[in-house]
T-cell receptor
Framework: KAGVTQTPRYLIKTRGQQVTLSCSPI?????VSWYQQTPGQGLQFLFE???????NKGNFPGRFSGRQFSNSRSEMNVSTLELGDSALYLC????????????FGPGTRLLVL | AQKITQTQPGMFVQEKEAVTLDCTYD???????LFWYKQPSSGEMIFLIY??????QNATEGRYSLNFQKARKSANLVISASQLGDSAMYFC??????????????FGQGTTLQVKP
């Protein structure tokens, strides 16, 4: 099976812009989780989607949002970008939602100037 | 509070030797899972090994084994016969099965491992 894919791999934006990141899970996986990784804060959970429904959300401002489509592909959106949003954004998929092993994609590196 | 602690920011090991990466966890949930991931400089998180809280035996996957000591709340990763390709950042992570925790992994700060030839 193909692994988790994320597009784009690299992105440069300026403050105030918005960005959309995409994640395609492993075939058959219905749960997609998103994480932000920064040198200062480490890996932090953003949100999780299962069957097109957001099941869990981390402690991030409302500028961070996401959705999941019927084919389990997921997108996350960040509006009004700030310098502190520069990070590696990782998505992970699992078969179900609770306690399953999560398999990660290669990540999207976002730089906000 | 749910927390993962990795106290070794960086470690060195000689090629072909074994190395232990430390991880302690804190949770009040009786049902949980513990994971180790490897992150090379490319950024992708690679799943290595899983241990469930009710598993009686320590998990093993090839050269990786997880030394699970439930009473001490520790889940150390042991890599046997280190290879140069093992040089990477290693993360310990936990999932808990209580309500409101679906799909969420809690990560430690990571340990950078460098394998010397």
């Amino acid at each position: 099976k193909a692994g988790v894919t994320q597009t784009p791999r690299y992105l440069i934006k300026t403050r105030g812009q918005q960005v959309t990141l995409s994640c395609s899970p492993i075939s058959g996986h219905r749960s997609v989780s998103w994480y932000q990784q920064t040198p200062g804060q480490g890996l932090q959970f953003l949100f999780e989607y299962f069957s097109e429904t957001q099941r869990n959300k981390g402690n991030f401002p409302g500028r961070f949002s996401g959705r999941q489509f019927s084919n389990s592909r997921s997108e996350m959106n960040v509006s009004t970008l700030e310098l502190g949003d520069s990070a590696l954004y990782l998505c992970a998929s699992s078969e179900r939602t609770s306690g399953e092993t999560q398999y990660f994609g290669p990540g999207t590196r976002l730089l906000v100037l | 509070a749910q927390k993962i602690t990795q106290t070794q920011p960086g470690m060195f090991v000689q090629e072909k030797e074994a190395v232990t990466l430390d991880c302690t966890y804190d949770t009040s949930d009786p049902s949980y899972g513990l994971f180790w991931y490897k992150q090379p400089s490319s950024g992708e998180m690679i799943f290595l090994i899983y241990q469930g809280s009710y598993d009686q035996q320590n998990a093993t996957e090839g050269r990786y084994s997880l030394n699970f000591q439930k009473a001490r709340k520790s889940a150390n990763l042991v890599i046997s016969a280190s290879q140069l390709g093992d040089s990477a950042m290693y993360f310990c992570a936990m999932s808990t099965h209580g309500s409101g925790n679906t799909g969420k992994l809690i990560f430690g700060q990571g340990t950078t491992l460098q394998v010397k030839p």
